[in-house]
């Protein structure tokens, strides 16, 4: 279109502030609500940044706890170490190695499950695990894989709450562009009613 201004010139003609006597009382409003939630979105960033750092440290004091509980105990591997064929290597956040299943006891029970394993780690191989106070194998989460649910969790907020403000705009801009028509068509039904 030759006569259309460009995208930013038309958002700064929208303002809800604008002078333009051809703005209409329903384009102010949903000017407004479009400056509002943008400013809330941008708002939103720093309490999803503290909640994604109160995740991490959370997460943290986690790890450092089933860590203290955690006693190392030898495993008896019961098959040869293999890479887990599910595990497709561009899915893996982090190189999850070999594994095996083994066979530990704790206390005079007898456990058995999969552990992580030496990549050449034979059936018969001793391996030293961690295991929690009831015996069961401890999976260590380290700081990347805390880093990565608390960015995730930070961001997935950010995304809620941006979601919830452009629902808001969209909802809005239906309802206004229902009322805005309803007006065109009383003031065609006005029009097309002969004069008195």
Do not use: Y
Request: aromatic share 6%; net charge positive.
């Amino acid at each position: 279109m030759a006569g259309r201004a460009p995208g930013p010139v038309r958002w700064w003609r929208l303002q809800p502030c604008s002078r333009n006597p051809l703005m209409r009382r329903t384009d102010r409003v949903e000017s407004a609500l479009v400056a509002l939630v943008v400013v809330l979105v941008l708002l939103w960033v720093p309490v999803c940044a503290v909640v994604g750092t109160e995740t991490f440290a959370s997460l943290q004091q986690q790890s450092r706890t089933l860590q203290a509980q955690s006693r190392p105990v030898p495993a008896v591997l019961l098959i040869d170490a293999v890479s887990d064929p599910q595990d497709e290597p561009a899915m893996r956040i982090i190189d999850t190695g070999t594994a095996s299943w083994a066979r530990w006891t704790v206390d005079g029970r007898e456990h058995t499950g999969q552990v992580p394993a030496p990549p050449q780690a034979r059936s018969g191989d001793t391996v030293t695990i961690e295991v929690g106070p009831d015996g069961d194998l401890r999976e260590a989460h380290g700081s990347t894989e805390n880093a990565v649910l608390a960015v995730s969790a930070a961001c997935g907020l950010w995304a809620a709450g941006a979601a919830t403000g452009a629902a808001a705009v969209t909802g809005t801009h239906r309802l206004l562009v229902r009322s805005r028509l309803r007006g065109w068509d009383q003031a065609w039904e006005k029009f097309a009613q002969p004069p008195r």
